[in-house]
């Protein structure tokens, strides 16, 4: 069953501890966590203090994406913080093997993401590593944008290799989700959406939270 990962970064922080509750109460099993550095993507959010303070607040999944240049130079802070997943960019890891294991080494959920011009053939070899690939539907590095509809071969194309393949990865969406494009997305083979202003603008978590479950439900039901 697809499930929603609101982003942390379209929370607000001056609230934040509120935030964390309000959506612990709303029933969130996953949060997702977007770290940048201001030089792989032309933003700069939040480091590995942010994780270590909301670690003991909360039991929903820490959902670390790490868009950083050279990630292996950061995953011990992160994992050390209390991530529970941490997924990497394949376009900004010179060792993207070596970073893999190493949080497969650890623990943690494995990821692995692509922008929306990288082919999906480029991560082929990586596939046997991991438990999430993150299909990027927006040039990372801010929030808000549109959805990129390009990317949806790419969803279907890592379905296909998913079952062809006996793997075992969720493919996540980030970038312009909103409850108009929830069933589609589904529907391609996506089973994580990351949403951050489409979620965070609503006045009750807990009601957003169960319609958006319900059009991902709805629609696999209709595609059986």
Known sequence: MADIAPSLLAADFDRLEQEIEALDRAGTGILHLDVMDGIFVPNYTFGPELIERIRPKTH????????????????????????????????????????????????????????????VEEIEPYLRYLDLVLVMSVEPGFGGQAFMPEVLPKIRRLLELKLSGGHYYNIQVDGGVNRGNIAMLVDQGADLLVMGSAFFSEHDYGAALAEFRSLARYRMREGD
Request: glycine residues 4%.
């Open 60 to 119: 929903m999944l820490l959902d670390t994406h790490l868009m950083v240049i050279e990630p292996s130079l950061h995953i011990d802070d992160y994992l050390m913080a209390g991530s529970d997943s941490i997924t990497i960019h394949y376009e900004s890891s010179t060792y993207v093997e070596e970073d893999l294991l190493r949080i497969q080494s650890a623990g943690a959920r494995v990821g692995l993401s692509i922008k929306p011009e990288t082919p």
